[in-house]
């Protein structure tokens, strides 16, 4: 099973949709979570923090359920900048060293 | 610009040779790591550096990597004797110890291997 498990679509949505996606992780020791933004061919951003909470930046909603170890982002009226990879992460504990580790992504396609 | 810079951009090299990547963090960043990515897959974790020193190695690497940062700045990342199975974009990224465990990673543009 992999750590970070994301389905890899791609999500084909017309501009103005919702549309959300979802991240599962496997060690229940993880400690943090985030969600990052690779355009093709370009080197990961980070794109928001994910806290218990549940956190909002402008379109996006990020929301983190640990007893399910489930992780999700959400995007409101999406517009065709959003078509990138989302990349699902999580930061685990391992012997003193904090490791990042990526899900394969999913990928968002918006159309006029 | 003061981002991470990772050189060469691209490397086409035949398979048995070496090749050599190195990696300019921000320059306050502490904590330096390794990341290895093909199509359709998320950055796998190859290294990771705190200063100078190489704190954790992923099992992904073999003997054939290896990766330093002699004076805790720069870093350079060399695979001997390249098979196919290396080609791969190669990430570099730093953050900064001081700012908490959440601080983000900051990525390289990579560099784009090819082994022919």
């Known amino acids: 099973r992999k750590e970070v498990e994301q389905d890899p679509g791609p999500f084909n949505v017309p501009e103005g949709a919702t549309v959300a996606f979802n991240c599962t992780y496997s060690n229940s020791a993880s400690q943090s979570f985030f969600w990052y933004r690779q355009d093709c061919r370009k080197e990961p951003k980070l794109l928001m923090s994910v806290y218990s909470s549940g956190n909002e930046d402008g379109r996006f909603t990020a929301q983190l359920n640990r007893a399910s170890q489930y992780i999700s982002l959400l995007i409101r009226d999406s517009k065709l900048s959003d078509s990138a990879t989302y990349l699902c992460?999580?930061?685990?504990?391992?012997?003193?060293?904090?490791?990042?580790?990526f899900g394969t992504g999913t990928r968002l396609l918006v159309s006029p | 610009d003061t981002g991470v810079s990772q050189d060469p951009r691209h490397k086409i090299t035949k398979r048995g040779q070496n090749v050599t990547f190195r990696c300019d963090p921000i320059?306050?960043?502490?904590?330096l790591y390794w990341y290895r990515q093909t199509l359709g897959q998320g950055p796998e974790f190859l290294t990771y550096?705190?200063?100078?020193?190489?704190?954790?190695k992923s099992r992904l690497l073999s003997d054939r990597f290896s990766a330093e940062r002699p004076k805790g700045s720069f870093s350079t990342l060399e695979i001997q004797r390249t098979e196919q199975g290396d080609s791969a974009m190669y990430l570099c990224?730093?953050?900064?110890?001081?700012?908490?465990?959440?601080?983000?990673?900051?990525f390289g543009n990579g560099t784009r291997l090819t082994v022919t």
């Open positions: 320059s306050e960043h502490n904590r």
């Open positions: 990224a730093s953050s900064n110890l001081g700012t908490g465990d959440n601080s983000p990673l900051h």
């Open positions: 550096f705190q200063n100078e020193a190489q704190l954790e």
């Open positions: 992460v999580v930061r685990e504990l391992n012997t003193g060293f904090q490791k990042l580790v």
